[in-house]
């Protein structure tokens, strides 16, 4: 069947999608979800098939067509393209096999990820996936081979050198931006540690937010290798990269989900790991009511896993159990966040104690990996002789950003200040209405958003003393932020 173009201006976000007029598809007995074969000249592409309701959106005789689909096969409006029945993907019929609880074996799991990657599956169907794995979890054979399939099925950043250092912190934390002080720590040692990292989707700042304060964070591949080998270590943004595109593909059908199955958190972090080629890596997992993981018994088996798993794959893994029952660093929201992280590289009175005590004994836990002893002491030598702090400015310049003093960072011009209604002991701060405030006063977009907490749990408190600051970009959101702390206050004053 020839069919005319309509380019629908739409995108899916992955997925290739073609709507057809309800007639044509009743002539070819075609169904919303059923696949067809799109040829123009000797390209052809296998679509997901929509319905149009009416003749509205996409008249007889036409074919209306996403973004992507028009992308993949270099086609314009009104163009005539052949149309055929195509089988669905293979993959669906190994996703019910996860879904009955059998195992997948390497060329099913190969499969998937393949079809995942190339946009063969629709976001019902990898949610499936998705939720098929989450209910009925992956064995330890199943997830090192997801986790070797999508590293296969992305680029490599290949630097030939050894060691390749790296961490990752499992998250749930509002601050907790070690990464910044990390990297440049091991950098001036002499270590090499590329960190690709991610832009936030539900915490008030990502790494690459943070950084992206102070430089550039999306590069090429080759534009990383060159900034690696000239200053040791970089802070982008792995999702300007094709790394591991599968997992970026199940997080973003997971997020709505508010799901994270295990296997697939493992293989997601293995996998972007494994795509740095780094040989020693670190693995940070906060424990609290509002981290990710919840208790101590779920942090000792993700511990296990990760290093059944980082042996299977000759990695050297270092898994710490950390407090995950508070925010971590004093502001929270990405300017905010890179003024702390400059106060501790340059040994500022008001730099956030707990955030430097946990990036020592990282940096201490790394140094020990690579049989080096006393880390802590040389970690504090490199901090307090400036060294980390040149190696940060040197590496802010090859991702061409400027060296700033961090009074100088621009932080959101609408503020509100929230004070002790009574006098007592603050027993708890809410890293979920941490959060939820910051993110509402525009964190991470409005890079100047956030809120900045003067006080720690455990800390004293007189009524009427300030517990913390928030910052907006705009008058309106500041008003946002100030509604959620109507309903609830992220400090626990007793």
Not at 72 to 101: H, T
Not at 278 to 286: A, E, G, N, R, Y
Request: net charge positive.
């Amino acid at each position: 069947m020839k069919l005319k173009i309509r380019d629908m201006d739409v995108a899916t976000g992955g997925p290739l999608v073609a709507i057809l007029n309800k007639d044509d598809a009743q002539k070819l007995d075609l169904h919303v979800m059923d696949r067809i074969k799109i040829k123009k000249g000797k390209k052809t592409e296998t679509v997901v098939v929509d319905i149009a309701a009416s003749r509205k959106s996409v008249k007889p005789n036409y074919i209306g067509l996403f973004e992507e689909v028009i992308d993949s096969l270099k086609l314009k409006n009104n163009q005539i393209v052949d149309i055929s029945i195509a089988r669905k993907p293979l993959s669906l019929e190994f996703i019910r096999k996860k879904m009955d609880g059998k195992k997948l074996n390497k060329k099913e799991i190969d499969q998937i990820v393949w079809d995942i990657v190339n946009n063969k599956l629709s976001s019902i169907e990898l949610t499936y996936f998705v939720a098929a794995c989450y209910t009925n979890a992956m064995s330890t054979e199943e997830t090192i081979i997801l986790t070797k399939s999508i590293a296969y099925h992305g680029d490599t950043l290949k630097l030939d050198k050894y060691p390749i250092i790296d961490k990752h912190s499992i998250g749930g934390l509002a601050g907790n931006r070690t990464t910044l002080i990390l990297v440049p720590i091991i950098a001036a040692a002499g270590f090499i540690m590329p960190k690709t990292s991610s832009r936030s989707i539900t915490s008030p700042s990502g790494t690459a937010d943070t950084m992206e304060v102070l430089a550039k964070v999306s590069f090429s591949l080759k534009e990383i290798k060159k900034i690696v080998l000239k200053t040791n270590g970089c802070m982008v943004w792995g999702g300007a990269l094709n790394l591991a595109p599968a997992d970026d593909k199940i997080i973003m059908v997971e997020r709505p989900l508010g799901i994270d199955a295990e296997s697939q958190l493992l293989a997601s972090i293995m996998a972007k790991k494994h795509s740095v080629s780094s040989t020693h890596i670190l693995i940070d997992i906060p424990v609290g009511n509002h981290a990710k993981v919840r208790n101590k018994t779920e942090a000792l088996k993700l511990k296990k896993d990760f290093e059944t798993i980082g042996k299977r794959l000759k990695k050297h893994i270092k898994v710490i159990i950390t407090d995950g029952t508070k925010p971590i660093g004093k502001g929270i929201g990405p300017a905010l966040e890179a003024r702390d992280v400059l106060w501790v590289l340059t040994r500022d009175k008001r730099r956030p104690l707990d955030l430097e005590n946990k990036c020592i004994k990282m940096a201490a836990e790394i140094f020990k990996m690579l049989k080096i002893k006393d880390g802590e002491k040389k970690t504090l030598d490199l901090l307090n002789s400036g060294k980390a702090y040149k190696k940060m400015a040197e590496i802010i310049k090859a991702q061409n950003g400027k060296s700033i003093k961090p009074e100088k960072i621009k932080i959101g011009k609408f503020i509100f200040e929230v004070k002790s209604k009574k006098k007592g002991i603050i027993r708890n701060i809410k890293n979920s209405i941490v959060t939820k405030t910051a993110r509402v006063a525009g964190a991470p977009v409005n890079k100047g958003a956030g809120i900045y907490l003067h006080k720690d749990v455990g800390n004293k408190v007189k009524k009427g003393e300030k517990l913390f600051t928030v910052y907006a970009e705009s008058k309106q959101k500041l008003n946002y932020a100030k509604d959620i702390l109507k309903e609830e206050s992220p400090f626990v004053v007793k």
